[in-house]
Protein backbone atom coordinates (compact mmCIF):
# COMPACT_ATOMS: atom_id res chain seq x y z
CA UNK A 1 0.00 0.00 0.00
CA UNK A 2 1.23 3.35 -1.13
CA UNK A 3 0.46 6.83 0.25
CA UNK A 4 0.12 8.00 4.42
CA UNK A 5 -3.12 6.11 4.97
CA UNK A 6 -4.82 8.48 6.95
CA UNK A 7 -7.75 6.90 8.70
CA UNK A 8 -9.39 9.65 10.88
CA UNK A 9 -9.22 12.63 12.19
CA UNK A 10 -7.52 12.43 15.57
CA UNK A 11 -7.82 16.13 17.24
CA UNK A 12 -8.71 19.34 16.20
CA UNK A 13 -7.15 22.20 18.71
CA UNK A 14 -8.85 25.63 19.05
CA UNK A 15 -7.85 28.86 21.39
CA UNK A 16 -9.40 30.45 24.09
CA UNK A 17 -8.53 33.25 26.25
CA UNK A 18 -10.44 32.77 29.77
CA UNK A 19 -10.04 28.96 31.20
CA UNK A 20 -13.50 29.14 33.03
CA UNK A 21 -15.85 30.28 30.59
CA UNK A 22 -14.50 28.07 28.14
CA UNK A 23 -14.57 24.71 30.70
CA UNK A 24 -18.43 25.91 31.67
CA UNK A 25 -19.42 25.80 27.73
CA UNK A 26 -17.31 22.51 26.87
CA UNK A 27 -18.11 20.50 29.63
CA UNK A 28 -21.34 22.10 31.23
CA UNK A 29 -22.99 23.32 27.48
CA UNK A 30 -21.74 20.59 25.52
CA UNK A 31 -21.36 17.78 27.65
CA UNK A 32 -17.97 16.74 26.91
CA UNK A 33 -15.90 14.85 29.11
CA UNK A 34 -12.24 16.83 30.45
CA UNK A 35 -9.57 14.69 30.46
CA UNK A 36 -5.82 15.26 31.37
CA UNK A 37 -3.39 16.90 29.17
CA UNK A 38 -0.08 15.14 28.53
CA UNK A 39 2.39 16.00 31.65
CA UNK A 40 5.22 17.04 29.37
CA UNK A 41 3.02 20.18 28.67
CA UNK A 42 4.03 23.59 29.78
CA UNK A 43 1.36 25.60 28.91
CA UNK A 44 -2.46 25.98 29.81
CA UNK A 45 -4.41 24.00 27.51
CA UNK A 46 -8.13 21.29 28.29
CA UNK A 47 -8.54 18.33 26.61
CA UNK A 48 -11.47 16.34 26.34
CA UNK A 49 -12.50 12.92 25.07
CA UNK A 50 -14.48 12.89 21.79
CA UNK A 51 -14.99 9.38 21.06
CA UNK A 52 -13.01 6.36 19.59
CA UNK A 53 -9.88 8.47 20.79
CA UNK A 54 -10.24 11.50 19.27
CA UNK A 55 -9.96 14.17 21.42
CA UNK A 56 -10.64 18.18 21.18
CA UNK A 57 -7.84 20.50 22.43
CA UNK A 58 -8.22 24.22 23.93
CA UNK A 59 -5.10 26.21 24.22
CA UNK A 60 -4.96 29.48 26.46
CA UNK A 61 -3.91 32.27 24.82
CA UNK A 62 -4.35 36.31 25.57
CA UNK A 63 -6.27 37.05 22.45
CA UNK A 64 -8.72 35.29 20.76
CA UNK A 65 -8.68 33.93 17.06
CA UNK A 66 -9.64 35.75 14.52
CA UNK A 67 -13.74 35.26 13.65
CA UNK A 68 -13.76 33.50 10.34
CA UNK A 69 -15.41 30.68 8.73
CA UNK A 70 -13.51 28.09 10.36
CA UNK A 71 -14.93 25.40 12.66
CA UNK A 72 -15.14 21.87 13.82
CA UNK A 73 -18.17 19.82 13.62
CA UNK A 74 -19.50 17.84 16.18
CA UNK A 75 -22.06 15.17 14.93
CA UNK A 76 -25.35 14.24 17.04
CA UNK A 77 -28.03 11.98 17.17
CA UNK A 78 -30.98 13.97 17.18
CA UNK A 79 -30.64 17.64 15.96
CA UNK A 80 -33.80 18.71 17.20
CA UNK A 81 -33.38 17.95 20.53
CA UNK A 82 -30.03 19.46 20.37
CA UNK A 83 -31.75 22.98 18.98
CA UNK A 84 -33.88 23.01 21.97
CA UNK A 85 -30.73 22.38 24.42
CA UNK A 86 -29.27 25.33 22.78
CA UNK A 87 -32.16 27.64 23.05
CA UNK A 88 -33.03 26.55 26.46
CA UNK A 89 -29.45 28.03 27.19
CA UNK A 90 -30.00 31.21 25.31
CA UNK A 91 -27.26 30.28 22.86
CA UNK A 92 -27.38 32.03 19.53
CA UNK A 93 -27.83 28.86 17.09
CA UNK A 94 -26.99 30.36 13.66
CA UNK A 95 -28.96 28.36 10.71
CA UNK A 96 -27.35 27.40 7.53
CA UNK A 97 -26.95 25.97 3.66
CA UNK A 98 -28.10 22.80 2.95
CA UNK A 99 -26.04 19.91 2.52
CA UNK A 100 -28.42 16.72 0.83
CA UNK A 101 -29.49 14.30 3.94
CA UNK A 102 -28.28 16.29 6.78
CA UNK A 103 -29.60 18.84 9.67
CA UNK A 104 -27.17 21.04 10.85
CA UNK A 105 -26.66 24.97 13.03
CA UNK A 106 -23.59 26.48 14.09
CA UNK A 107 -23.31 27.83 17.46
CA UNK A 108 -20.29 29.53 19.04
CA UNK A 109 -18.04 29.17 22.29
CA UNK A 110 -17.45 32.15 24.43
CA UNK A 111 -14.47 33.02 22.40
CA UNK A 112 -16.67 33.57 19.31
CA UNK A 113 -15.30 30.14 18.15
CA UNK A 114 -17.38 28.46 15.53
CA UNK A 115 -18.99 24.79 16.42
CA UNK A 116 -21.48 22.92 13.44
CA UNK A 117 -23.65 20.39 14.99
CA UNK A 118 -24.56 18.01 12.82
CA UNK A 119 -27.07 14.96 12.58
CA UNK A 120 -26.53 12.87 9.14
CA UNK A 121 -29.59 11.57 8.25
CA UNK A 122 -27.93 9.45 5.75
CA UNK A 123 -24.32 8.67 4.81
CA UNK A 124 -22.51 11.05 2.83
CA UNK A 125 -22.71 9.78 -0.97
CA UNK A 126 -20.96 11.99 -3.05
CA UNK A 127 -22.16 10.08 -6.03
CA UNK A 128 -26.04 11.70 -5.27
CA UNK A 129 -25.28 14.75 -3.07
CA UNK A 130 -21.93 15.80 -4.67
CA UNK A 131 -21.32 18.31 -7.20
CA UNK A 132 -19.82 16.06 -9.21
CA UNK A 133 -16.44 17.91 -9.89
CA UNK A 134 -13.47 18.91 -7.75
CA UNK A 135 -13.49 22.40 -6.69
CA UNK A 136 -10.19 23.68 -9.60
Aim: proline content about 8%; some cysteine; aromatic content about 10%.
Amino acid sequence: MSGLNVTQLDHCSVLITDLAKARAFYVGVLGLKEIPKPKTFDFVALWFRLGDGQTLHLLQKPHPDTRSPRHFALRVPDIGAAREHFRTRSIEIQETGPIPHCDRFFVSDPDGNRIEIIQWLEPYDPTISGAGQFDT
